[in-house]
């Protein structure tokens, strides 16, 4: 992963801009590490697969839940009693 300082970045923005088409790019900040930028496709990428993940998840739940007896009816009264 190539890497540039903030002030790099700054002053050579759209170099900066062009690399990131390519590969994330790592800003560093004195020394640390400030933040990773990627391009737009890269970011969709990585926020599909997580919505998947998390629906892969929840369908797991589901399907445990279901499995154990666990109804919507039976759940409605959970969520609704305060005791």
């Known amino acids: 992963m190539k ?4 002030k790099d970045a700054k002053n050579q923005f ?3 801009l062009d690399w990131a088409q390519r590969e994330p ?3 560093t900040k004195r ?3 400030a933040g ?4 737009e496709e890269q970011f969709q990428r990585l926020r599909g697969s997580a919505w998947e993940q998390l ?4 369908d797991a739940i589901r399907d ?3 499995a154990n007896g666990l109804t919507d009816d039976i759940l ?3 969520l609704d009693d305060e005791s």
Not at 3 to 6: L, M
Not at 36 to 39: G, K
């Open 3 to 6: 890497e540039i300082t903030s």
């Open 14 to 16: 759209g170099q900066f």
């Open 25 to 27: 790019v790592r800003v």
């Open 31 to 33: 020394g640390r590490s």
């Open 36 to 39: 990773v930028f990627l391009s």
């Open 55 to 58: 629906a892969a998840t929840m």
């Open 64 to 66: 445990q839940a279901e």
């Open 76 to 78: 409605t009264k959970l």
